[in-house]
């Protein structure tokens, strides 16, 4: 009988137990419920922003996003080509400038050559070699170190031949070359009159439209 007893009132404590949980949970899920609807009624800036792409299906979803990379990655071609364009012009512009400045500007220069003798005629040379020579800015105006570099030490790295050209039959000339540097037209030459042999040398400087006149006037021999 007592055995009886204490088994209806364990059931009636578990079901006393059961009762009370299903009375909390309701009330929980009633609290979620409120809670939803009132965010459904009052959405944030962000759900109203993403709201559109909710309704679309799995599929729709994936085109989209790989729309986007595709725009992305289309979007930083473009960038990374016009980059490239615009950096393979700049190095275009700049091997330009460099080989403009290598090669110098286009100079120009004329000129003739005689010999004015005691009874007064002039001896034009003909078929003399005028040599155009690069100078360092400290020989320009060393007409007889640029001598002795000439005939005696031959090339080195204070002057270097750039042009030549050669006199006509009246001891003219005319030269174009290309230089950036300070330069200087050359005419080392001799002559041998009764056994006799006169040299003659000369250096003027080379500059675009000059006419250079070579005689006794300037003569360094």
């Known amino acids: 009988m007592e055995r009886s ?3 209806a009132e364990e059931q009636q404590r578990i079901e006393k137990l059961r009762l009370q949980d299903e009375a909390r949970w ?3 899920l009633d609290g979620l419920k409120v809670s939803t609807f ?18 679309l299906d799995r599929e729709s979803k994936c085109a989209l ?13 473009l960038f990374v080509l016009r980059e ?20 110098g500007k286009t100079v120009k220069i004329t000129g003739e050559v005689f010999i004015a003798l005691e009874n007064g005629e002039n001896l034009r040379l003909g078929a003399q070699p005028i040599i155009v020579y690069e100078v360092s800015q400290d020989l320009s105006d060393s007409k007889y170190v640029l001598r ?6 031959g090339m080195n790295d204070h002057i270097k031949p750039i042009a030549r050209g050669y006199t006509d039959s009246e001891g003219k000339f005319s030269i174009e070359f290309s230089s950036s540097a300070d330069c200087v037209a050359t005419l080392d030459t001799s002559r041998t009159l009764y056994k006799k042999t006169e040299n003659y040398f000369w250096a003027e400087p080379a500059t675009d439209g000059a006419r250079l006149i070579f005689s006794n006037v300037n003569l360094i021999d």
């Open 38 to 55: 009132q965010k459904l009624d009052n959405p944030s800036p962000n759900r109203l922003r993403v709201k559109w792409f909710d309704k």
């Open 5 to 7: 007893q204490r088994k």
């Open 65 to 77: 996003i790989n729309g986007l990379i595709i725009s992305a990655l289309v979007a930083l071609g």
């Open 26 to 28: 309701s009330q929980e």
């Open 84 to 103: 490239s364009v615009s950096a393979i012009r700049d190095g275009s512009e700049k091997q330009v400038t460099s080989k403009s400045e290598k090669t």
């Open 148 to 153: 002795r570099m000439i005939r005696e030490e």
